[in-house]
């Protein structure tokens, strides 16, 4: 059973940065892929930056030169890096983690495994 735990949000001034952390156990095989997700208030839920397995990543044109994914595979963990946050970023951010990999990281049907979220708020 795969289990994905997020940590890191909290709230912001804009201009701030925050550090998200998740950490997904119980993957039984070699590929994989891990993501970012966000749902503000509202809203749809959106993709935000995955990464595989083999490091390679995709980011949203939204977020893109601000965010940055990244995985620490000794630690089981990805984390997403959020530099310049702007008040269009609060939302509850999502990590979600599948078995294989896939062309489309942001692509929400293909992951089975989420996290509870948590949540970050950046105020003007």
């Known amino acids: 059973q795969v289990h994905v735990v997020e940590s890191g949000g909290g709230s912001v001034q804009a201009g701030g940065s925050l550090r998200l952390s998740c950490v997904v156990s119980g993957f039984t095989g070699s590929t994989y892929s891990r993501a970012w997700f966000r749902q503000a208030p509202g809203k749809a839920r959106e993709g935000v930056a995955g990464i595989d397995s083999d490091g390679s990543t995709l980011t949203a044109d939204s977020v893109r030169g601000r965010f940055r994914i990244s995985a620490d595979r000794s630690k089981n963990t990805i984390y997403l890096q959020m530099d310049n946050l702007k008040p269009d970023d609060t939302a509850r951010y999502y990590c979600?983690?599948?078995?294989?990999?896939?062309?489309?990281?942001?692509?929400?049907?293909?992951?089975?495994?989420w996290g509870q979220g948590t949540q970050v708020t950046v105020s003007s």
């Open positions: 979600a983690a599948e078995e294989g990999v896939t062309f489309m990281l942001l692509r929400q049907s293909f992951y089975q495994n």
